[in-house]
């Protein structure tokens, strides 16, 4: 199979062909042609699967046939959960663009409207966009939505994780009944299942692998060590292996702080990206890791959903997540397009509920070892999940957290991405 047999035009060919792609992955291959019949698709694919193009490619093709003059109305509105997703989206809209007369921008939070604004007057075919701002610039009147042919969701299951369901239902009121529909999310949950019967059109069905499966390439392991050694345990790792580049996830946003500070400590550069953070320092923070000036990105799971680091050899669970599906998301970061990755997670006895959870999900028993001087104190015994239960103590005095181990509550409150 290669990508001009799937109905693609010279001009995107010779895009395809600067960026150095020699043929196109399985979910190209799946949903191109649908996409270019006009089909509403509904796919699940991976990271690291080339999605992004599996979808991109086809709308490209399909608007190059009938691009507008003079004003340009938005034809085509693609939406994702986070900033960092929907600049990486735009980024590779252009560079497939670049031969064809297409205009494409982005819109999402935490920066200055006014630019975006004035980009929106001037026309686009193209809009990529997170919800919140989406709406916002159309309550202001700065856009309309009312000649969008083909919209995207892009890492559906994500959005629906941060409450935007509400948001994805409003854009929906204001798109024309009649368009094209394609949906890509890593998992086909109820969720998904539920929210694409509600606007899809006779959806075809794309699996690009085994559903929640990791990537193949990806070597998974396993370190038990106490929680209060995580820190130097990591420190280890990182300065005895030589790590140029490694992407660390915690679970909150004061932990990644902390972790960031301790790094520096020990004369590890390093940088946090999470929702706290400006949009300036996330930009700031990724472009300094990819040009490897930092050798440790902290990140918390909303922040990096969507980052595309070529050639990423390592990423480290510090914490486990309380939803297995994250752990797919996270350590697809590494491995991509075919390259080989390795993650690590560094288990304490709180997370074996966790560590059931993903294993379960992933269909694997992970390899899990111990490094030597860092042993795990048998003494020290678990947190009760579930503290306020009758009877149940555990090292929280009867405090309750709001993490639940087996998974979390629908919410259709807007987090902050």
């Known amino acids: ?48 699967t080339g ?30 959960p986070t900033r960092e997703l929907a600049a990486q989206i735009l980024e590779n809209v252009k560079e497939y663009s670049i031969n064809l007369n297409i205009e494409s921008t982005v819109i999402f939070g935490g920066v200055n409207q006014n630019p975006q604004k004035r980009k929106l007057k001037s026309g686009v075919d193209i809009l990529v966009a997170t919800p919140g701002r989406l709406l916002d610039l159309e309550q202001q009147r700065a856009l309309s939505l009312s000649n969008v042919d083909i919209l995207v969701l892009d890492e559906a299951d994500r959005m629906l994780d941060m409450g935007f369901l509400r ?30 019967s509600e606007f899809m059109h006779e959806p075809i069905l794309v699996e690009a692998a085994p559903e929640n499966s990791t990537v193949d390439k990806i070597t998974q392991k396993v370190i038990r060590v106490d929680k209060i050694r995580k820190t130097d ?27 960031c500070k301790k790094l520096e400590q020990k004369n590890i550069s390093a940088a946090a ?9 996330r930009t700031k923070a990724l472009k300094g890791f990819k040009d490897n000036n930092i050798r440790v990105l902290v990140a918390t ?25 994250d752990y797919v998301h996270r350590i697809g970061r590494t491995g ?62 009867g405090k309750s957290k709001s993490n639940n181990r087996n998974g979390k509550k629908p919410n259709n409150k807007r987090r902050r991405y």
Not at 66 to 75: A, E, F
Not at 234 to 258: M, P
Request: charged content about 25%; proline content about 6%; overall charge positive.
């Open 1 to 48: 199979m290669t990508f001009e047999s799937l109905g693609l035009s010279s001009p995107i060919l010779k895009a395809i062909e600067e960026k150095g792609y020699k043929k196109p992955s399985i979910i190209q291959e799946k949903s191109i042609p649908l996409v270019l019949k006009g089909k509403d698709v509904l796919a699940s694919a991976q990271t690291g």
């Open 51 to 80: 999605k992004t193009a599996g979808f991109t490619l086809p709308i490209l093709e399909r608007l190059s046939k009938n691009t507008s003059k003079g004003k340009r109305p938005i034809k085509a509105l693609i939406l994702t």
């Open 167 to 196: 948001d994805i239902q409003k854009v929906m009121a204001l798109l024309p009944k009649k368009r094209q529909n394609l949906l890509f999310s890593a998992t086909f949950s109820k969720s998904i299942k539920k929210l694409a």
């Open 233 to 259: 345990l990591l420190i280890k790792l990182i300065s005895e292996g030589k790590w140029n580049q490694v992407l660390v996830f915690t679970r909150t946003k004061h932990g990644a702080n902390r972790l």
């Open 273 to 281: 990206i999470h929702g706290n953070k400006t949009q300036g320092a």
């Open 301 to 325: 799971d909303i922040a990096a959903r969507g980052l595309d680091i070529p050639l990423l050899p390592h990423v480290v669970n510090y914490e486990l997540p309380n939803i297995p599906e």
């Open 336 to 397: 991509r397009a075919g390259a080989k990755g390795e993650a690590l997670s560094l288990v304490c006895v709180d997370e074996n509920d966790y560590l059931k959870g993903i294993e379960k999900l992933v269909g694997i028993k992970i390899d899990s070892r111990e490094i030597d001087g860092f042993e795990v104190d048998p003494s020290i015994p678990a947190e009760d999940p579930n503290p306020m239960r009758k009877g149940r103590g555990g090292r929280n005095g």
